[in-house]
């Protein structure tokens, strides 16, 4: 059934439009969930030949030209099909969006469904791809008629039960869950295929393809009845089969479909009605053309979400979304031990009692997306004992997450500003732990064999393990560098107080824009003071009233008072002095992290003298900020 080529415009004007105006369209959109995937020989006539070559011109030919003719009718109708033969090859292929889900979502989900196939399937001539929002079957026969496949039908069951506790329970909503499957079979059959309904706590959808016949939907939807009560008695089951896909839960899955609009074209009247008014408040040629760069921006990032999530569900790195659930007791608030700019951090307990950390991202905006990928992508294959080692991650559940190693001694953060430290760090711990963040961030600018700018060194993203060692984290703002660039021109993102000169004025990033943050944390650590600290009577940066001590040649006084005096003098005043020439105001004039290193830990190493540092305003951090010299 096509749709007019005015409508497809204001199709593509309303879903431009969505995407702009609602940004909060989540990136790990539930429907986007893979539910059954099938790859290989399907049951075919005698005669039929598989496994054609992917490399074959004319299948790369025919392929392309499926590809446009499906994705441009379930853009206008929210299903299509295709069948086509040349050069003795035929290929078929069958593309349906559930109706519940709104037009963006069923294109969002078509697309991650051709990823899956692309990145899964491979070479094989045949393949179905259950979403939970769409599916996508090809083959090199005609199936559009077949409703159920004696050997491929799939179950897909959540490995968390019901929550019920006695037995007596476990029968009542095994009962619900039957009555349910039944009410919504009975529905679907009489209203053209697909159904939504809850029922006592239960909630259910069925959905047959548009290509079959009504006895062919009940046969498919029969057969997938049964698989789905096979879960029983976990919280949700899945059954799909050659022609339909059902399922319950007990949480509400499904959008409510809108009201019928009687007549030919549907979805399509359901589309043009609203887009017609998008349509009609887009102002200006230049307007249209920045939504629509937006929009395609969107579809290659949802692709690339779905590559990277196959990619890793076939390696080590791969935890299910639910193990990782289970783990941390369902995001128990209990289990939090951090919050960051991108999500929080909860600890959790694997299988096998492995201690954990878990990252729970929120993708609101396409920035978060950007940070995911970002985050998997450097951290992934970087090892050293001075950074956070990442475990793996998760891409199938309503939210993100990262695993890292669990660091049990928190940030360090929390043993220099609070209020109530609950230890007093050492001179010797401090020496240490500069020592390693030197080392971590050192070998990301280059000991991994490629450079890595982090952007975001603080004290909260230096975790302490049980021996108090540093453990750099949250790769989220790190940007990595080909070897031939000198510099970065890129989005401003960190934390201000630690931000360089050149970066927070021209956005020029190097890695001695992450040398000025370290020199920064190093005062911090010396003299147990915020950058930002100001007094009652004063106000200014540590950087500057480090500088004027410096002066005066009694850096040895700004020492943390909480140590008492035990501490080297000329060890501390020569670590405050690496401090500030981390942070001089010209890139060129810091030292590199390797030097740092060097200054560090080479006894009698030669500490050049430092310049004036940027400041912000001339005034001191402290009321005793002007020492004379004696």
Known sequence: ???????????????????????FLSFANPHFHEAGLICGQNIAPINTSYNIPRSSEVVEEIESEVGDEIESLVINNGWGLYAGNKTNISFYALAQCYQDIAPVDCYFCYLTSQDIRNDACGRAASGRVYMDGCFLRFDNYNFFNESVDTTKGISNCSSRSAGVLSVEDVGNFGKNVVKLIDKVTSVALKNGGFAVKGLNGVFGLAQCWKTLSDQGCKECLTKASQNAIGCLPSREGRG?????????????????????????????KRVAIGSSVVAFSMLSLFAAYAFYARFKKSIQEQRKLARISHAYKKSYLYFKYEILEKATNYFDP??????????????GTLPDGKVIAVKRLFFSTSRWVEEFFNEVDLINGIQHKNLVKFLGCSIEGPESLLVYEFVPNKSLDHYLFDKNRIKILSWKERFQIIIGTAEGIAFLH???????????????????????????ADFGLARHFAEDKTHLSTELAGTLGYMAPEYLVKGQLTEKADVFSFGILVLEIVCG???NYASKEDSGSLLQTVWTFYQADKLEELVDPCLKGNFPALEAGNVLKIGLLCGQASATSRPSMVEVVQML??????????????????????????????
């Open 1 to 23: 059934m096509q749709f007019s080529s005015a409508n497809s415009v204001y199709l593509a004007s309303g879903l431009i439009f969505v995407l702009n105006f609602f940004p």
């Open 240 to 268: 799909m089969d050659a022609g339909c896909y059902l399922r319950y839960s007990t949480v509400k899955f499904y959008n409510d479909p809108p009201k019928t609009i009687t007549g030919p074209s549907t979805w399509g």
């Open 334 to 347: 209990r289990m939090k031990i951090g919050q960051g700019g991108a999500g929080s951090v909860y600890i």
């Open 446 to 472: 280059g000991g991994a064999g490629i450079r890595i700018v982090h952007r975001d060194i603080k004290s909260s993203n230096v975790l302490l393990d049980e021996d108090f060692s540093p453990k750099v």
């Open 529 to 531: 003071r915020k950058h």
């Open 601 to 630: 830990t080479v006894p009698n190493c030669a500490i050049p003298e430092p310049n004036q540092p940027p400041f912000l305003n001339s005034n001191s951090s402290f009321p005793a900020a002007n020492p004379s010299r004696s």
